[in-house]
């Protein structure tokens, strides 16, 4: 699982929280209904007048509820997030001014009861950041998530509060609770301990001042890795195409004409255009000027450069945590995971690197004993490094990647997720009818998840499968909407994203072996999702160890006979992948492990 905004989920501990049950805010307007603009066709007739879109309202519709995505209006999150803050300030006071003594009920309960109106716009805010990103958005963000963190932090340190909390943690109480509650506690009043909320005066002020521009820093450093992605284009002359596959090149003549570029071949600066291009072409300058390109991002001393941005956010999480009695920022981070302290990562990772730089030495050895077999003249580089790995391999293994390729279609692979999610879970994919839930761009395809046994709804899956301008790089699942049953059963709206680059008209979509993995294990965190069955909003992320061990296992079915025979059929002729190649690609599996991009590779998030 990766999010967009790390901030809410290491200040709130889990994930964000999203939630249909009802709650009137105090400060709500009536919003007036407006007319809204037709689309481009020039039809004659009165656009329908339909009501503003209001963010924070419980989502409506079909399945529980579902977001409102075909009304998004960027004009309106701002307001709508000032007000769901304001709202929760008023369901926090409420709390600190009740008479009574605290109970688990009136203060721990009541605390997860809070902030579902905000839980709702910011379902919105991070979509926007996520997968609709626009410069408009990018000035939004940098603006509202210092705002946005100050209001976490204004939560974390309220005295009043962590008062009752501490009370209730350490009171008689605590011991009648249910383990559930018990550990509920636990985790808030953590919470409060880990972030400032035992600070007073002065150190508490710091600590709030330091988040906030943390907040301001984070949007800045994202939104120039995403404005470098989307600015740097290297366009190529048909005599440029040298080694490239008609697949790829027929996505980046489509991507070319979208820019403005008819009759030459777009490059992104994304992993999903960038990959394949290293992996094929044999234009050795463009290789390096496109390894350049991907790798300089944020780092070419112009308007989107992060260095300066990178120091700052160092030096103030350091600085953060040593008003909290921390040695630094690691140690502090690691205390409540597996590894617990700075020096057993270390160790950990020392463990492993002498090795991989040891294995990384040999396969470029054997690149270049290759590139000296075909009288190349050149010393292997970084931006060799995919060209002359994808050699090797044909030559050690026969293996091919392209003829792997046509037998990973990405709507088979789906298909494969769903028979696997079907075995293992119970669960039942079933397309939502055309229309009837909304969705924030015509790519994105949506299904109900049923429990087969039952038939009882679990939720929605979401999928928004394609590389577009505005959408951060990568695969990550999410939710819009998480399992609890604290104040009546909510069903999960998850989703999975996914970067692969949009074939043209009418073909299949061919991924690679390492994509199709990815696929599976961000499908496993959706899953994940899917599966929870948790009273309280605050349970449902999990220990962070944790959260990577589903989707790592849900991997392992990939490679399966069943999946094998059933849905890695050949594009072109149908046929399942041959035994001979499955027996290749499964010699082949630790192949390049060390080198790719020359680091030593960690599994994505
Ligand atoms: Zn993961």
């Known amino acids: 699982m990766t ?20 709650v009137t805010p105090d400060v709500a307007e009536a919003t007036d209904p407006v007319e809204v603009a037709g689309d481009a066709s020039a039809d004659a007739e009165a656009a329908p007048v339909v009501a503003a879109w209001s963010p924070g309202d419980a989502f409506a519709g079909p399945y529980g509820g579902v977001p409102a995505f075909d009304k998004m209006d960027i004009a309106l999150i701002e307001p709508a997030l000032e007000k769901g803050m304001a709202a929760q300030k008023v369901e926090i006071d409420a709390i600190t001014a009740n008479p009574d003594a605290p109970t688990f009920e009136n203060t721990i309960a009541a605390m997860e009861d809070t902030g579902r109106e905000l839980d709702r716009v910011l379902t919105y805010y991070y979509l926007w950041g996520s997968n609709l990103s626009t410069p408009e958005f990018r000035e939004i963000e940098t603006r509202m998530d210092p705002e946005i963190q100050a209001f976490y932090d204004s939560i974390n340190q309220n005295q009043a509060l962590f008062a009752r909390v501490d009370a209730v943690r350490t009171g008689a109480e605590y011991e009648t609770l249910t383990p559930v509650q018990q550990r509920l506690t636990e985790i808030i009043h953590q919470r409060f301990t880990r972030n400032g909320g035992t600070l007073t005066g002065e150190k508490a002020e710091k600590f709030a001042e330091i988040n906030k521009e943390l907040a301001g820093l984070y949007a800045e450093f994202s939104g120039n890795l995403l404005a470098d992605e989307e600015g740097w284009v290297t366009f190529l002359t048909p005599e440029q195409t040298g080694g490239l596959p008609d697949s790829y090149l027929s996505s980046a003549a489509a991507a070319a004409e979208a820019l403005g570029k008819p009759g030459m071949y777009a490059v992104r600066n994304t992993r999903s255009s960038m990959d394949p291009f290293l992996t ?13 390109n991907y790798y300089n991002r944020g780092d070419n001393g112009d308007a989107h450069d992060n260095n300066a941005i990178i120091a700052r956010i160092l030096k103030l999480r350091d600085e953060r945590v040593a008003l909290l009695g921390y040695d630094n920022y690691a140690a502090w981070r690691l205390e409540d995971r597996m590894a617990k302290t700075p020096e057993r990562a270390f160790d950990l990772m020392l463990q492993v690197w002498k090795a991989s730089i040891a294995r990384v030495h040999e396969e470029v050895a054997d690149m270049q004993a290759l590139a000296d077999e075909e009288g190349a003249g050149i010393k292997i580089e970084p931006w060799d490094y995919r060209f002359y790995a ?30 696997v999610a079907g075995q293992l ?41 394609f590389a577009r301008d505005g959408k951060r790089s990568g695969a990550w699942a999410t939710t819009y909407r998480s399992h609890e049953s604290f104040r009546g059963e909510k ?5 999975n994203n996914s970067n692969f680059v949009k074939p043209a008209p009418g073909e299949p979509v061919l991924v690679s072996w ?16 899917l599966s929870l069955q948790v009273e309280y909003p605050s349970l449902t992320s999990g220990l962070r160890d944790y959260t990577e061990f589903q989707s790592q296992l849900l991997e ?9 025979n059933t849905y890695l059929v050949s594009a072109e002729t149908g046929e399942p992948m041959p035994a001979e190649l499955v027996e290749k690609i499964r010699k082949a599996s630790t192949f390049n492990q060390a080198c790719d991009d020359g680091i030593p590779r960690l599994r994505p998030d």
């Open 491 to 495: 069903n999960v709206l998850a989703a």
């Open 3 to 22: 999010r967009s905004k790390t901030f809410l989920s290491f200040i709130l501990g889990s994930t964000m929280m999203t939630a249909c049950a009802s």
């Open 514 to 529: 390492d994509d199709a993995e990815t696929m599976f294990h961000e499908f496993g965190h959706a899953l994940h999702y």
């Open 280 to 292: 094929y072409s044999t234009e050795r300058d463009l290789r390096e000027q496109v390894w350049h």
């Open 390 to 419: 994808e050699k090797v391999r044909k030559a050690k293994y026969d293996l091919d990647s392209e003829e792997v390729k046509q037998y990973l279609q990405l709507d088979n692979l789906r298909l494969a997720m769903f028979d």
């Open 425 to 465: 879970f119970g669960f039942e994919f079933v397309p939502v009818t055309d229309g009837s839930v909304p969705v924030f761009h015509p790519d994105v395809t949506v299904y109900e998840v049923n429990d087969k046994a039952t038939g009882r709804n679990v939720g929605l899956w979401y999928f928004d499968p």
């Open 556 to 564: 392992r079915w990939l490679p399966t006979d069943h999946v094998i």
